[in-house]
């Protein structure tokens, strides 16, 4: 028996629109597929605006005359260091411009154009994890 067959019109570079002829499965995962590379796409929108609406990284980097200065500070705050790097990259990257760079969660969520309640929501949520991590 014959799987049943779904059309899918393809536009190319030259304006030309074509058909093809596939199952339902196949046309299932090229939609799925197409779905996660929109998704991904968004996603990598929000990150190059970020580093579009930061001008200066210098700028916001804690500076440090002596290397010694700097290891010893990366020693008292490796178990902090252990705990931000077990948070998802979302959680990490808001956490440190609010808590580091001293963004407002308006202005963050200006930067990676979400609704500031959002921003606000993954502070708090990574905050929580952070402390279960450092409590432990």
Do not use: W
């Not at 996603?43 to 990284?57: C, E, I, Q, S």
């Not at 490796?78 to 998802?88: G, I, Q």
Request: hydrophobic share 35%; with cysteine; glycine share 4%.
């Amino acid at each position: 028996m014959d799987n049943p067959k779904a059309g899918i019109i393809y536009k190319l570079a030259d304006g030309k629109r074509i058909r093809i002829d596939v199952t339902i499965e196949v046309k299932e995962l090229l939609e799925q597929s197409d779905r996660q590379i929109r998704s991904q796409r968004r996603k990598d929108r929000r990150y190059l605006d970020f580093f579009g609406g930061v001008d200066d990284l210098e700028a916001i980097a804690p500076q440090h005359e002596d290397t010694t200065d700097l290891v010893s500070e990366m020693e008292s705050n490796a178990e902090l260091y252990a705990a931000l790097e077990k948070l998802s990259e979302i959680h990490r990257r808001r956490l440190c411009l609010h808590h580091f760079c001293g963004l407002t969660c308006l202005e963050i969520a200006k930067i990676e154009k979400v609704h500031h309640s959002t921003v606000s929501r993954s502070l708090r949520k990574a905050l929580k994890v952070l402390k279960r991590y450092l409590s432990e």
